[in-house]
Structure formats: C-alpha cells, structure tokens
C-alpha cells in the first residue's frame, strides 16, 4: 500500500487568525497519525495573507508538540533563503526535542514574491549554490570531525533526513545525484512530473542515507460524502490558485455552488493546467483516483494538499482517504 502523507498548507481563513490555522493544522495531524498517514509537512511562504507557516521551524515544532508518532518536516526550507549553518541548528533542535520524527525537505525557490525577497537579504545568484548549501548542510548535521573548530549545536551529529524537492528536472538531477529522496511538486505545477521521475530514478547514486530512489508526488484531493460535494469543495483551492494568476492572493474563501461565475475563461484554463494532478470525490472516486495516479508515476509516497475551508469537513477529506486505503 502507497504510503498516505500530508502537505499543511496553515491556511488562514476569511474568519480566522494564525492561531487557529496552526491549531488546526495540529488537530490534523492528531487525527492524521490515528488514520495511519506517513508524515505532515509545512512549507515557508513569505508574504502569504492566508498562509502562516512562514516560521517553518516553529510551526513544525508546534505539530510535533501535539503528536507522538508522526513524522514532521519542512516541504520545505528555501534554502537560499538561509545560512545552512542556522537551518543545521534549527532542525538539529528539532530533532533533539523529537527524535526520529524530523524531516528536512528543501527547495531553491523564494517562495515569495521578488519585493519580499528583498526583504529576506537574499543575496543575488544564491539560488546557484544551492547544490553546494544542500551539502554544507549535510556536513553540519554529521557527526563532528575530531578538532572540528565550527559545529552546529544542536546538529551535528543529528543526521536529519535531507529531502529535494522540485518541479523540473533540475531537482530530479541533484536528488539523483546525492542519492537522496525527491519529493516532486505536482501539486501546483504538474508539467514535468513525469520526464523528473524518470531522470531521477535512470541517474540515482545510492548514498548513506538512501540506497535506493524514494520518489514523492504532490497531489491535491479533496474527499467527500460525495463527488458533488467534493467538486463544491474543491472550489475554496481553485478561487486561490485564481487569485494567485490575478496577483491578488488572500485568505481561504469559503466554497461557492458555481466556480464558473468566479473566473475567465483564461483563468480556468490556467487553474486547471495546475491542478492536472487532483482528485475531488467521494470514497469510490477518490481511491479509483489515487490507484490510478500511482498506477501512471510509480509513486513510492503520495503527499496531500486538501485545501478545504471548514476544519471538520476538512479533517472528514483525510478521514476518507485514509479509508481508501484499507
């Protein structure tokens, strides 16, 4: 059976605040780990009015706190964002506080908007060095060297699993080359999830923490009682992808009857080209759907963005797709 994980998106909603986007994010994932899903990833955004997940570190502290058993990363640090030396110390903590329970996936994106890149002091061309960041910072989470001068504490010696993550073959390549576990984007750029896939898997290099390819597709389902439920769900995700084309991204919305009343057209072609990879339906759609997607990619894990407005009807969609897999 594919392995079930979640991407926590912390959406703040048009009725709520950051505190109860992160205190439902951790419900989730109290319940998640009951319902048997693999690991609850957050991801750093900046400059996000309906995102709050922009402190990754303390927002995944905040989840690992509440649960006991399932794992919780970053999906992801933007690395270039960042000093590894700081990230090795942050998730070194991490780690320390919840040990064999962290994972650190990273990416080479902003993850923002070029203004607020700015504002994070990201240094021209950083993202070019970002092959040579992902292993500095394999090397502060190692064991120390002896007369090792500079070490990550807490870190060293923590060994954090590291994780690429990507939407091109760029990333397909450096998760191959390093041997370690790709995690692709799918979720919201879908184009190159198959020529990725099988870049990573024809070049991996087996390494220390990884012998052999460990590949993750990002997917977007929302369950429900439903198919008709579902599809009216579904339309709190597609109003913020149109949103986000229309440069205007807020808070979660709450689901509309007719989503064709709310885009152009154009916006729907877009939308849709970006949410290729998305499931929306109830128990019999949505297991046909995940077979199906792991059936085409080969998927060794699947991770789940479900981007429904209401907490409990949320909390139902992972409820059914955990059934889905029994």
């Keep these: 059976m594919t392995p079930l994980s979640i991407l ?3 959406r703040i909603t048009d009725t709520g605040d950051v505190r109860t986007a992160l205190d439902h994010a951790r419900d989730v994932a109290v319940h998640a780990e009951t319902w048997g899903f693999k690991r609850m990833w957050l991801a750093e955004h900046h400059n996000f009015a309906g995102i709050a997940s922009a402190a990754t570190s303390l927002a995944i502290a905040h989840i690992a706190a509440g649960t006991s058993t399932i794992r919780v990363g970053a999906g992801g640090i933007m690395l270039p964002n960042h000093a590894p030396y700081i990230i090795a110390e942050q998730f070194g903590t991490l780690a320390s506080l919840y040990p064999g329970r962290i994972d650190l996936g990273l990416g080479r994106a902003p993850g923002t908007d070029q203004r607020t890149v700015q504002a994070l002091r990201r240094a021209p061309g950083s993202d070019d060095r970002f092959p040579q960041d992902v ?3 394999q090397a502060w ?42 995690a692709f984007a799918s979720h919201f750029a879908p184009a190159a999830l198959m020529p990725a896939l099988e870049a990573y898997r024809a070049r991996f290099k087996p390494s220390a923490q990884l012998e052999r390819p460990h590949a993750m597709v990002g997917v977007n389902i929302v369950a429900a009682d439903s198919d008709e439920e579902a599809r009216r769900l579904a339309t709190t995700q597609q109003m913020s992808f149109t949103n986000l084309i229309r440069g205007t991204p807020g808070l979660s919305r709450p689901p509309i009857d007719d989503i064709d009343r709310y885009w152009s057209s154009a916006e729907k072609a877009h939308v849709t080209q970006m949410m290729i990879c998305s499931i929306h339906g109830g128990p019999e759609t949505v297991k046909a759907g995940i077979e199906a997607l792991v059936a085409r990619t080969g998927a060794d894990e699947l991770i789940v963005v479900s981007d429904v407005y209401e907490h409990a009807a949320r909390l139902r969609s992972f409820e059914i797709m955990a059934g889905c897999r029994q």
């Excluded at 500079?150 to 923590?158: F, K």
């Design 8 to 10: 926590e998106l912390a």
């Design 135 to 137: 292993q500095e910072l």
């Design 141 to 182: 989470l190692a064991p120390s060297r002896p007369g090792q001068a500079v070490q990550a504490i807490p870190g060293a010696g923590t060994e954090v699993p590291l994780w690429i993550l990507g939407s091109s073959l760029f990333g397909a390549g450096l998760a191959a080359e390093l041997g370690l576990p790709y």
